[in-house]
T-cell receptor, first 111, second 115 residues
Framework: RKEVEQDPGPFNVPEGATVAFNCTYS??????FFWYRQDCRKEPKLLMSVYSSGNEDGRFTAQLNRASQYISLLIRDSKLSDSATYLCVVTRGTGRRALTFGSGTRLQVQP | DTAVSQTPKYLVTQMGNDKSIKCEQNLGHDTMYWYKQDSKKFLKIMFSYNNKELIINETVPNRFSPKSPDKAHLNLHINSLELGDSAVYFC??????????????FGPGTRLTVL
């Protein structure tokens, strides 16, 4: 089983649509959770951290369910510029740790 | 102004050659990483250094040897290149206060093609 699993997509949605991505992780010791965004042939960049209480940043809302080991990202009012691959990312646990990436979900927003 | 830079951006070489990729960060971070992104776009940690000390070494072939001359630099040397080494290699850095966790900043990547 992969440490972080995501639906690869692609999700093809019209501008203005609301789209939701889901992710599950296997390591119950993971401490921190993130969504990164990667544009085609570019490096990953942090989109937002994910907190147990849920958090929102403009049109983006992230949720974490530790009991189910499940993370979600909701994008409202999709823009063309949202087209990218969204990577679900968790840390491995305590101590010095690196990021474990999901394989990403590709979003294509169409005019 | 580039925060994390890598050279070269593209590297095309023959099987069996030895090559190096350089990474530098000017963010003052104390932790640096090498990741490999394969053809399926899966990003995987290879190594991590904290203040020039190796702290993470995944199950990477020993043909791959990282070197950190100082905390702003982490280079990756690859011996006897194989076809399967073709991938995009990303360097990243972060500041790691405990117990919190900070954002990792990635370099632009080095696209390695082994022929």
């Amino acid at each position: 089983r992969k440490e972080v699993e995501q639906d690869p997509g692609p999700f093809n949605v019209p501008e203005g649509a609301t789209v939701a991505f889901n992710c599950t992780y296997s390591n119950s010791a993971s401490q921190s959770f993130f969504w990164y965004r990667q544009d085609c042939r570019k490096e990953p960049k942090l989109l937002m951290s994910v907190y147990s209480s849920g958090n929102e940043d403009g049109r983006f809302t992230a949720q974490l369910n530790r009991a189910s080991q499940y993370i979600s990202l909701l994008i409202r009012d999709s823009k063309l510029s949202d087209s990218a691959t969204y990577l679900c990312v968790v840390t491995r646990g305590t101590g010095r740790r690196a990021l474990t990436f999901g394989s990403g979900t590709r979003l294509q927003v169409q005019p | 102004d580039t925060a994390v830079s890598q050279t070269p951006k593209y590297l095309v070489t023959q099987m069996g050659n030895d090559k190096s990729i350089k990474c530098e960060q000017n963010l003052g971070h104390d932790t640096m990483y090498w990741y490999k992104q394969d053809s399926k776009k899966f990003l995987k940690i290879m190594f991590s250094y904290n203040n020039k000390e190796l702290i993470i070494n995944e199950t990477v072939p020993n043909r791959f040897s990282p070197k950190s001359p100082d905390k702003a630099h982490l280079n990756l040397h690859i011996n006897s290149l194989e076809l399967g080494d073709s991938a995009v290699y990303f360097c990243a850095s972060s500041q790691e206060p405990q117990p919190d966790y900070n954002e990792q900043f990635f370099g632009p990547g080095t696209r390695l093609t082994v022929l």
